[in-house]
């Protein structure tokens, strides 16, 4: 069996409820062995926690949404003729 490596955690932990049993079981394990990654994905999963509750409580209006749109194109548009 060979365990993932922090890189290859790094990139499964956005997905980790999509691996398999095994696959898990790999994770978990790396997890147990190695502070660094246990932090990064403790990490992620917080932002993730928070960023869902922000999105969960706040509306926008369909308003709203046209005027970030504008002014994102407005934006782009101002960069690019620079």
Do not use: G, P
């Amino acid at each position: 069996m060979k365990l993932y490596t922090c890189q290859e955690i790094s990139k499964l932990t956005c997905f980790k409820d999509e691996l398999n049993s095994f696959e898990k079981l790999n994770y978990n394990l790396h997890l147990f062995i190695c502070s660094k990654c246990r932090n990064y994905s403790k990490s992620i999963e917080e932002v993730s926690v928070k960023f869902k509750t922000i999105v969960k409580d706040r509306k926008a209006c369909e308003e709203d949404i046209v005027t970030l749109e504008k002014r994102a194109f407005d934006s782009l548009k101002k960069k690019s003729d620079s």
